[in-house]
């Protein structure tokens, strides 16, 4: 069965093991390390939320939100060039054309 149980406790943690090899776990921590993430994370997000169906890669740790930060604040920059040419407007416009490929590519997939 590829999907979690949905009993009342779904989302309580509880401990688990597994066995595994010296070298396997040295790979596992190793990844799980360089994805900023503990072990018991990584190996979920890794092997259970990707059955689950998610198609995207799940980005390590915190890098998802350093991502989204950094366009944020790379979007407000521009925001901030365009304000500053007097050119609000186009601005807006750019918004809506980007919403509309986003909008159009969610249809299309």
Same mark, same amino acid.
């Not at 009342?8 to 509880?14: E, G, N, W």
């Not at 304000?83 to 601005?91: I, V």
């Given at each position: 069965m590829n999907e979690i149980s949905h009993t009342? *406790?779904?989302?309580?943690?509880?401990?688990?093991s597994i066995t595994v090899t *010296?070298? %396997?776990w040295h790979i596992i921590t190793r990844k799980a390390q360089a994805a900023s993430m503990p072990v018991s994370r990584y190996i979920v997000q890794r092997i259970v939320e990707r059955d689950a169906g998610k198609e995207e890669p799940v980005l390590p740790g915190g890098v998802a939100?350093?991502?989204a930060r950094d366009l944020l604040v790379l979007a407000r920059i521009q925001e901030l060039r365009f %304000? %500053?040419?007097?050119?609000? %407007? *186009?601005?807006l416009r750019l918004l809506e054309e980007a919403d509309a490929i986003i909008e159009a590519e969610k249809t299309a997939g």
């Open positions: 009342k *406790d779904h989302t309580k943690r509880r401990n688990r *010296d070298s %396997e939100r350093r991502v %304000e %500053e040419a007097g050119a609000r %407007e *186009d601005w």
